[in-house]
């Protein structure tokens, strides 16, 4: 009876060794709305074996958190696709894609493209796309049918009804406005700075032409909705939002290029998950699972037909605002030389300091 009670005690704990063992934790660095409750609970429904563990975060968050510890403490992140190769050139916290284990078939093929090129090192693959969104313009189309492109905005007959948001993103659209191509100056840095000197030119001429600068996305929408500004830039989600309230609020990609971001999946260099990591980025690109994580994120899922899968509610404003020719003028960010932003903020504090 000693012998058999020792036997089914070391059977025991063998089997509960061999479980754990089994057993594995997910460690997902995200931004919030990327990892919603119910796309958790039906991932480890179907891999009880893993367990999602969620740390909310932003880029450059991510950046410090992966570079603290030379790219361990995380499975999984979600940096936008301009934000890697530098950062990944310089600090080594990310390890090469196996493009294998994952359907890359099931992703738009222009976004996947994009995120290959500004991710690739020594013919490396660090990242594939997972959602994305663009910021263009708002316009109430019965006011200010005629605004299409950035520098539009600054228009004698809305004199006093239009916005824009103070940040590098209207440097980089009246740039483009003004027949520069922002990012292709981005390796030349005496030829960037020139142009952003024509574009502070144009935007302290276009000062007194605006209602405000607008700070957050209530800001612009409580503008949009009383009829006080007529065209802004905006992000196209918020234009979205605005559009399921008075249908005569469109989002429009401007004429010279709605400016798109794409959020990514790297997998850090000293992660511990890298099958896990692959099944959740694959879970995720099944069109029901889409359509929860759009729903959550605000976004649209870089796969084919990611547009008919946004939630009902959405779908119809997106649709509206993006046709073919739309979609192929979008403009993806570039990768950031370093000192750029230095330059752009002295640029956009001589703006706001200008009468």
């Known amino acids: ?37 119910e796309v958790i609970d039906l991932f480890e429904a179907e891999y009880p074996d893993i367990d999602v563990e969620v740390t909310l975060s932003n880029n450059e968050e991510m950046i410090s958190k992966l570079r603290a510890t030379g790219g361990a403490g995380f499975d999984l992140a979600q940096p936008s696709h301009d934000r890697i190769f530098s950062a990944q ?18 992703m738009q093929a222009n976004l996947l493209e994009a ?21 263009g313009l708002v316009v109430d189309k019965t006011a200010a049918p005629d605004v299409k492109d950035w520098a539009d905005l600054c228009k004698e007959e809305y004199k006093g009804r ?35 000197e024509k574009v502070a030119e144009k935007m302290i001429e276009c000062k007194a032409n605006l209602k405000t600068f607008w700070a957050g996305g209530d800001e612009l929408s409580a503008m949009m909705l009383s009829g006080e500004v007529v065209a802004s830039e905006s992000w196209d989600s918020t234009a979205f939002k605005l559009y399921a309230e008075n249908n005569n609020l469109v989002y429009v990609p401007p004429a010279t290029g709605a400016l798109t971001w794409i959020d990514t999946f790297v997998i850090p260099a000293k992660g511990e998950a890298d099958d896990a990591a692959y099944k959740w980025i694959n879970f995720v690109l099944r069109p029901e ?3 929860i994580m759009s729903d959550s994120t605000g976004a649209i899922a870089a796969v084919e037909g990611g547009i008919d899968l946004l939630p009902e ?12 020719a739309a979609i192929a003028n979008m403009k993806f960010f570039a990768n950031i030389p370093a000192g750029l932003e230095d330059i752009e903020g002295k640029v956009l504090e001589r703006i706001k300091a200008a009468q």
């Open 1 to 37: 009876m000693a012998v058999k009670g020792i036997l089914t005690a070391t059977l025991c704990a063998a089997a509960l060794f061999a479980g754990g063992a089994q057993a594995e934790t997910l460690r997902l660095l995200t931004w919030g709305g990327y990892a919603p409750e």
């Open 89 to 106: 050139q310089e600090f080594g916290i990310y390890k090469p894609l196996d493009l294998s284990q994952i359907e890359t078939g099931k």
């Open 115 to 135: 995120v290959k090129a500004n991710t690739s090192i020594d013919g490396n693959v660090y990242a594939v796309p997972h959602q994305w969104g663009t910021t």
């Open 162 to 196: 239009t916005s824009m948001r103070l940040r590098r993103t209207i440097l980089l659209g009246m740039g483009y406005s003004l027949g520069y191509d922002p990012f292709a100056l981005y390796a030349d840095v005496p030829a960037y700075t020139a142009m952003l």
């Open 289 to 291: 699972i889409v359509t």
């Open 313 to 324: 509610e959405k779908k119809a404003a997106v649709k509206l605002a993006f046709d073919d």
